[in-house]
């Protein structure tokens, strides 16, 4: 019951689901209770698409991710990563692929960021010279010239996050898994290494799987995005789709010198807060199209501002959420 | 399949052990006295009963004490340090990334960790309870030399497998860590263990006899006692084939359930968080 490894998609998922048995009281004859992780999710990526992977605390993100990479057998279903299935070929695998955890280092404490792509290149048994290109690569997009021979523990975040990219792409991966790889950076450092995925993904083709609690890691870089949530795929589409069937309001603020004053709204908007001195209205564009809008109150007396916007993306997934009692 | 990865599991793993100079010199000074207390007290119990046949003699008895006082950081005493910490920090899901066979990069690097702390403090050890010893008169104090050139080369070769057998029981307390996400378990069980168990504490020669061939047979036997009763040329049970014998069957057998078990702890290896 294989799947024909596809020639277009670097990853392919069916029906997986992945239960974890707990046992609850902690002993030795303690009851054990199942937890469903992964309810049966399907899905692919084609060759060099980044596809974003997000969902609440606890949908299964991270179950999806660790089977993807090898290091978790699921409980049923098939994955084809590279025409390999990650589990049962764990180290022609893991060879194949790069791997980013937020939260943990791969890189050596104790040795200096050269030092350490040094063990990764015998490691992945990468050849001298297409290591020092690549090393000369990374070092240069991500910009690491000054922190090459410091140890890994001296560095900032920031500085260790790109050199844990670095690591990641020693060994030319086809793949690269990203799993909450901006979590506590400064807005620069998430501006480089967006922009560094972006150039990755682009000029080189690598296929991205990015997970992220931020949503302007999504916006910027994503041109797909997968919502998991209770261990079941929820959405799986383009973000601006994701918009217009979510929370496809806009927001017009208005800002008097004066106490604002009453007024009849046409179909389509309705005031949503009222303070001394400005006015909120949220409404659907395909009711009342923005200049229609803008006309209508464009003459109210002691008018001295306005601003039309669309909700952020941090509210629309929110409501998104909240939709899917996720 | 290259061995380059083995290699610098290896590399790594013992230049971290080499680096701890400080730790040398402070190992060696609690070695010494250590050393030295025992001596005393073999002394005094060898001359208060001068009659009783003993296994070991009284500079046999020291022999014994020095070498397995120069070979204690040889000893299975816990978890491989770096994963003990990656199990802590649950970077060990980046072990199970790296396209090599766990149980040979784990082993290689438990191996390196083991003979980079033991060789330089067993050569520094070995020099002053020897030689220097010697120099200043303390000769009947002193680490006394090997039986004979073959006792010698055999005692090489058996050490050998003693520090492979001891890097395999450090196998065991690292699947322990990876499973209890702790080394603390490693350490409470293999420190115990280890030392009672290898004649570190008591020669085992000088056990009760009764009890003496079970201590032989079990795995501890194999690491440091084995190769310093064939340093001694002291008797073992069914000679020195049955010594090697012993140490080849423990490697075998803990090598090939320690697979499985490793196997079976990695396919349910389930790393919180990330």
Not at chain 1, 217 to 245: N, Y
Not at chain 1, 255 to 267: G, I, V
Not at chain 2, 13 to 28: M, S
Not at chain 2, 165 to 182: G, H, K
Request: proline share 6%; with cysteine; hydrophobic share 50%.
């Amino acid at each position: 019951m294989q799947t024909p490894p596809s020639l277009t998609d670097a990853i392919t998922v069916s029906n997986l689901r992945k239960t974890y048995r707990i046992r609850e009281g902690g002993s030795w004859r303690g009851k054990t209770r199942d937890i469903v992780a992964l309810d049966g999710i399907s899905f692919s990526v084609p060759k060099g698409q980044i596809a974003g992977f997000i969902g609440p605390n606890g949908a299964g993100k991270s179950t999806a991710i660790k089977i993807l990479s090898g290091i978790l057998r699921p409980t049923s279903g098939e994955v084809q990563v590279n025409g390999l299935v990650p589990w049962t070929n764990r180290i022609a695998h893991v060879a194949r692929i790069g791997v980013v955890f937020g939260q943990r280092t791969q890189l050596w404490w104790d040795l200096s960021v050269a030092e350490g792509l040094a063990l990764l290149r015998d490691i992945y048994g990468v050849e001298p010279e297409r290591f020092a290109r690549n090393r000369a690569r990374l070092a240069d997009a991500l910009d690491l010239g000054g922190i090459m021979d410091q140890s890994v523990r001296q560095l900032s975040l920031g500085q260790r996050m790109r050199a844990e990219i670095a690591a990641s792409l020693i060994h030319d991966p086809d793949i690269l898994i990203l799993d909450e790889p901006t979590i506590g950076l400064d807005a620069p450092s998430k501006l480089a290494v967006r922009a560094f995925v972006h150039e990755l993904c682009r000029d080189r083709g690598t296929t991205v799987l990015l997970t992220t609690h931020d949503m302007h890691d999504i916006e910027a870089l994503a041109e797909r995005v997968i919502v998991i949530g209770h261990g079941r795929i929820l959405a799986d589409s383009p973000f601006e789709d994701l918009r217009t069937t979510t929370l496809s309001e806009r927001i017009l603020e208005l800002d008097f010198h004066d106490t604002p004053p009453e007024l009849t709204l046409p179909a389509g908007a309705h005031e949503t807060a009222r303070e001394p001195h400005s006015l909120t209205i949220t409404f659907d564009p395909h009711q009342i199209p923005a200049p229609a809008l803008v006309a209508h109150v464009g003459h109210l007396p002691g008018l001295d501002d306005l601003r039309i916007s669309r909700p952020s993306i941090d509210e629309i997934i929110t409501r998104f959420y909240a939709d899917h009692a996720a | 399949m290259s061995l380059r990865p083995y290699l610098t599991a290896f590399g790594l793993q013992w230049k971290i052990g080499l680096r701890y100079r400080i730790a040398v010199v402070a190992g060696l000074v609690a070695q010494m006295w250590f050393g030295a207390v025992t001596l005393m007290a073999y002394a005094s119990v060898y001359h208060a009963a001068p009659d009783v046949q003993a296994p070991l003699s009284l500079r046999q008895a020291m022999t014994y004490t020095w070498i397995q006082q120069s070979l204690f950081t040889l000893l299975p005493l816990g978890c491989l340090p770096a994963i003990g910490d990656a199990a802590r920090t649950g970077a060990i899901v980046y072990d199970l990334l790296r396209p090599v066979d766990m149980w040979n990069w784990w082993l290689s690097a438990s191996l390196a960790r083991l003979l980079g702390n033991a060789v330089p403090r067993a050569v520094l050890l070995a020099c002053v309870a020897g030689p220097l010893a010697m120099l200043v008169g303390l000769g009947a104090w002193s680490l006394a030399g090997p039986a004979s050139l073959i006792s010698a080369a055999l005692a090489l070769l058996s050490i050998t497998l003693g520090a492979l057998l001891s890097a395999t029981i450090v196998m065991w307390w690292n699947i322990l860590t990876a499973r209890t996400l702790s080394p603390l378990g490693s350490y409470a069980v293999g420190t115990p263990l280890a030392v009672l168990l290898s004649g570190m504490l008591l020669p085992l020669p000088l056990y009760p006899d009764w009890i003496r061939p079970f201590l032989l047979a079990q795995p501890f036997a194999g690491i440091t006692d084995i190769p310093i009763r064939i340093y001694l040329g002291t008797p073992i049970p069914g000679g020195v084939a049955t010594g090697l014998g012993l140490q080849i069957f423990w490697l075998t057998a803990l090598t090939l359930l320690g697979r499985l078990w490793m196997r079976q702890t990695v396919n349910r290896l389930e790393v919180q968080g990330a």
